[in-house]
């Protein structure tokens, strides 16, 4: 049932190793312009959406919220498309993009990981990282004034955080299809 996106397990890696890159960098220029941030973060948003609607459409045939995979790296893209649209955006109307992506790719993560809830047990993962995406996302609604610097800081632990988890993810989506690839995993 899993396979094909068990097989698709290294895109969740490469989401996650893409999220810590950007973390790192992020904590090594601790007071970069606006303009860099906003470069930053809409790439990050950009590749981050093209690997999950990817992963997504992978999923289709694979269980039955692949929609929300998919959903949720279209919004990434959109997300990521605006920060460019408009490059001049205060900190403010950034900060409120960034807490939106949060938030809404939280809960389509923690959508989909309903459904590995089946199959896996490193489901747990999914689900705290979408916990820790939606909690981001409410602290930059709940606190807008915390300024550019606060939001790289923040953004960049969340980052290197929720990519860590991802790659967890993607280890134990390959560990699984290894279990799935044996013979005796089908009882032959």
Do not use: C
Not at 54 to 83: C, D, M, N, P, Y
Not at 156 to 182: C, D, H, K, N
């Amino acid at each position: 049932m899993f396979t094909q996106i068990l097989s698709k397990w290294w895109l969740v890696a490469l989401r996650g190793l893409f999220a810590v890159i950007l973390g790192i960098l992020a904590l090594i220029w601790p007071k970069p312009t606006m303009l860099v941030l906003i470069l930053l973060f809409g790439s990050y948003m950009l590749v981050d959406g093209i690997f999950t609607v990817f992963t997504g459409i992978a999923s289709r045939g694979s269980f039955k919220r692949w929609w929300a995979v998919l959903l949720e790296g279209v919004t990434g893209i959109l997300i990521g498309l605006l920060t460019f649209i408009w490059p001049n955006t205060t900190a403010l109307v950034l900060l409120y993009f960034v807490a939106a992506w949060a938030i809404i790719t939280g809960i389509f993560e923690i959508v989909a990981a309903i459904e590995f809830r089946s199959a896996i047990d490193g489901d747990w993962a999914m689900i705290f990282g979408g916990i820790l995406s939606i909690l981001f996302g409410v602290l930059l609604f709940a606190h807008p004034g915390a300024g550019a610097v606060s939001l790289l800081w923040l953004f960049a632990i969340y980052a290197i955080v929720s990519g860590i988890l991802l790659m967890i993810l993607a280890l134990r989506l390959r560990q699984l299809r290894r279990v799935f690839e044996t013979p005796d995993a089908y009882g032959y």
